[in-house]
């Protein structure tokens, strides 16, 4: 039935929503506060009291859960990510300079393929810290599947920019991540907002 809410509707309810989960600090909240921030956009006027009229009360919660609520996640970890060049990671993270080559496309979006002047090739792939493993795979993908990468018996360098935003992560879960990957060759990166 949502499908039947207006464009001009939509874009009312995802600016509402964006703006009440900034001011209730919602990419910082956990389960029991984010379930409440839930709670309370289905009871207000200008977000569940309006979805009620284009689709019965009891998909409203689902609606805003994971259609909103979800497409603002995302927002934020594009903005985590973006908060550094693929340049720039791979230059503090290996020390040298190096030049995209490729860039991935619909759901390789985020995977970067570098050269540095030395000849090294670098991979860079992002993510979530929640699915570390779904960038290691992208990364590890795009090595099996273009031979060409690489040179001399010498597979490219990964690294793994993952994004912390609306998660909370202890220093001891970073240097897991980061022992986990490291026995594998593989680099991390943290960034968050």
């Not at 389960?31 to 409203?60: C, N, T, W």
């Not at 497409?71 to 985590?80: E, F, G, H, I, R």
């Not at 985020?110 to 992002?126: D, K, Q, T």
């Not at 795009?142 to 010498?154: G, H």
Request: a positive charge; one cysteine or more; hydrophobic letters at 40%.
């Amino acid at each position: 039935m949502a499908s039947t809410l207006p464009k001009n509707i939509q874009r009312k309810i995802k600016r509402a929503v964006f703006k009440k989960a900034d001011e209730f600090g919602y990419r910082e909240c956990g389960r029991i506060e984010s379930g409440r921030f839930l709670d309370q956009l289905v009871d207000d006027p200008e977000v569940g009291h309006v979805l009620v009229e284009y689709m019965a009360k009891e998909k409203v919660r689902t609606y805003i859960k994971d259609g909103v609520l979800n497409a603002y996640a995302k927002s934020l970890t594009q903005k985590a990510l973006a908060s550094s060049a693929p340049e720039e990671t791979i230059c503090d993270t290996f020390g040298e300079v190096a030049t995209i080559i490729q860039e991935g496309k619909g759901k390789q979006n985020g995977l970067y393929v570098l050269r540095a002047e030395s000849g090294n090739i670098y991979v860079l792939s992002s993510g979530t810290v929640m699915k570390w493993e779904t960038a290691l795979r992208k990364a590890l993908d795009i090595i099996a599947n273009e031979p060409n990468l690489t040179i001399n018996n010498k597979a490219p360098s990964i690294c793994l920019r993952l994004s912390m935003s609306g998660q909370s992560l202890t220093e001891a879960d970073k240097v897991h991540i980061i022992t986990a990957l490291g026995a594998v060759g593989v680099n991390a990166v943290f960034c968050g907002l």
